[in-house]
């Protein structure tokens, strides 16, 4: 009994474990489809956000109207930040969001341009309702650091969601409306790689850019503040207007959604490589620990019956010849 507890045991862990490992061997197919396709046209908008829609599995992102935009194009702190309108998807649940994306970044110091520069993009919310370490805050960060290879944590975009634990403000009444959390403010921090005693990296003590729908009276570089800025909930929250057939081809046309992925089919390579390692591994350890002691002791009981044969042979042969020295 307690033999099939333990090989029950061991089954569900390997069940487990596969499923991580095959996480791991897909975030390695997308870093590769990253590597070669996206890294290297990051200023590229088309390029870079279809990129986003691929590894990111976005179901659409909005091209035209923007929800936002700023554009820094002279002076020591350069950059492209913009809003879209995007769709995603969680099984059977559709869901409407936003993301900024953020590239053309050119960094200046001392007349000097900063290597991959690392950005820290915070957006301020109206109310606390992304969860953070377990806790509702009505601020939330994301880092980017170039250098990083791809993670789905680590891409020049910030992405919000009217959804539970994103924009949705908690309710506990069923019937009430929902109700969503604006954006109060967008700001962005550079780091040149710099880090303190405990290894996280140092960020400038003043912004390179402020967006907030009220005044912003702090020290921004280059005076880069936009009171004006807003996002207009109307302009991404688009799942109401598809109708009751969901998004299709039509949609796609009146609202200027752009769904086009790129085919991920020639990274699987990276997939095998990895499954292929890892069942061979699997095979090794269930090998030893469940079938080697039987292997060994079937090879030393046919080594020993060898040996006993071989030993009655030459005992044979050892009377026989006895018999003939005394005739």
């Keep these: 009994m307690m033999k099939w507890i333990g090989r029950s045991i061991y089954v569900l862990a390997i069940a487990f474990i596969s499923v991580i490992v095959y996480r791991i061997a897909y975030t390695a197919k997308l870093q590769e489809y990253y590597e070669a396709e996206v890294k290297d046209y990051m200023n590229d908008d088309e390029i870079l956000l279809k990129g986003l829609n691929t590894l990111l599995t976005i179901d659409y992102y909005r091209e035209t109207p923007v929800l936002y935009q700023y554009i820094s194009d002279e002076g020591n702190y350069q950059f492209n930040l913009s809003a879209y309108a995007i769709g995603i998807s969680y099984g059977d649940v559709a869901y409407d969001g936003l993301m900024f994306v953020l590239n053309d970044v050119k960094i200046l110091e001392d007349n000097q341009e900063v290597e991959d520069p690392i950005i820290k993009m915070t957006v301020a919310l109206s109310h606390k309702t992304l969860l953070v370490n377990e806790t509702y805050q009505n601020f939330g960060s994301i880092y980017y650091d170039p250098v990083l290879p791809f993670s789905i944590y680590n891409v020049p975009a910030l992405f919000l969601f009217d959804a539970e634990n994103y924009l ?160």
Excluded: C
């Design 168 to 327: 949705l403000i908690p309710n506990e009444d069923e019937n009430q409306i929902e109700e969503y959390a604006s954006i109060e403010s967008i700001t962005m921090e550079y780091s040149n790689g710099l880090t303190n005693d405990n290894g996280d990296y140092v960020f400038d003590d003043i912004p390179m850019f402020v967006g907030s729908k009220t005044e912003y009276r702090d020290a921004v570089h280059d005076d880069h503040k936009d009171s004006n800025f807003n996002i207009d909930p109307t302009l991404y929250q688009l799942r109401d207007d598809f109708g009751t057939d969901g998004l299709t081809a039509d949609d796609v046309e009146a609202f200027n959604l752009v769904t086009d992925q790129d085919d991920l089919t020639p990274y699987n390579g990276a997939i095998w490589k990895i499954m292929l390692i890892y069942v061979l591994v699997v095979l090794m350890i269930t090998y030893f620990l469940f079938f080697h002691k039987f292997v060994r002791n079937s090879v030393l009981r046919k080594e020993t019956q060898a040996a006993k044969e071989k030993q009655a042979v030459e005992n044979k042969s050892l009377f026989k010849d006895v018999d003939e020295d005394e005739k």
